[in-house]
């Protein structure tokens, strides 16, 4: 058996094994909208949908979700692999893959479809960690991993979604966005970085340009990694103590943690007024990071599993080509 074989065995076995989320799948358990989001109601140390099936303990519990992610991350990678390769397939073949492409062709072939992770969080929240369990499971071919910080002033000239349109993935591809459009109506509200009548306008704003991203094939999976106040002080404390992790910590994140409150508010509202049936936000409890990891694997192969994949068949004659490699 060739490793390619091999990979694609264990992929299947993966799929077998994956036990699936108890009472729902992740996008219900885990989804808010319709009405006013109260995130105080949200326990960030909860486990929605964590099967009877997981050991007891927090010890026993994070062993059986690491395990279960490794599971997870080997279904991801062969979903991602069918969704690139029926994107470059047709690319390869001149079929249309920009964004007004129609998106009804037959399975992996045609299609422009392209899935893109936003991840929101407060500081500690566990962004670059998410990405690194979850999403470095896939082939990094076919990723497109984009980080935002403040805009640059050619950027502010442009308007807040130009730098965004920018960086959305191609077809084929797994985007992920480490923040993203939603600092526009976060951080600039709560630093009154521009006016009151500009951030709240952009919530309209922000709603089109994702109501044209899902109708042009892209699925948007929109998580908002929760923490809680005490849990974010012992990872700030943690980055003070170990001096390998100095370089992620700013005197400014203790000017932020000291308007928590306004950040909450902040958050509510954007999960408010911009979790659309088309683009919902989801939730996920953050405090235990094997639990949000495990969440939001399964949050991505609910994604992939709707897009109905498949390997693109071959647009020539296979026989033919193994003739002529064995010299026939």
Known sequence: MS?????????????????????????????????????AAIDPRSTPGLPAVAAEGDGG????????????????????EMLYAGAQAAAGRGAPTGATAAADAAPGRGRPDRV????????CGGKD??????????????????????????????????????????????GVFNRSHYEDVLIARVESLVSEATWRAR????????????????????????????????????????????WKYHPSDLDSRARWGDYQAAYAEALSRCGTDAAPWHVVPADRKWYRDWAVAHLLRETFDD???????ADFDVAAERRRLRGD
């Open 307 to 313: 897009l109905d994949l498949g390997y693109p068949p």
């Open 3 to 39: 490793g390619f074989d091999g990979a694609r065995s264990a992929a299947g076995r993966a799929v077998r094994d994956v036990v699936p989320p108890h009472g729902a799948a992740m996008r219900e358990l885990l989804r808010v909208g319709g009405g006013a989001v109260d995130l």
């Open 203 to 246: 919530y309209d704003q922000i709603n089109a340009f994702e109501r044209e991203l899902t109708g042009s094939g892209v699925r948007l999976v929109k998580v908002m990694l929760h923490i809680s106040y005490a849990e974010q002080g012992e990872r700030l404390l943690a980055r003070l103590t170990d001096p390998t992790k100095h």
């Open 116 to 123: 893109l992770l936003v991840l929101q969080a407060m500081d």
């Open 129 to 174: 960690g998410t990405i690194r369990r979850v999403a470095g499971a896939m082939n990094p071919l076919g990723l497109h991993i984009r980080s935002f910080g403040p805009p640059t002033p050619r950027e502010r000239r442009r308007g807040f979604l130009w730098r965004i349109r920018r960086a959305l993935p191609p077809p084929g591809y797994v």
């Open 61 to 80: 519990r994070k062993a059986w979700a690491r395990e279960q992610v490794r599971l997870l991350g080997a279904a991801l990678g062969r979903q991602q």
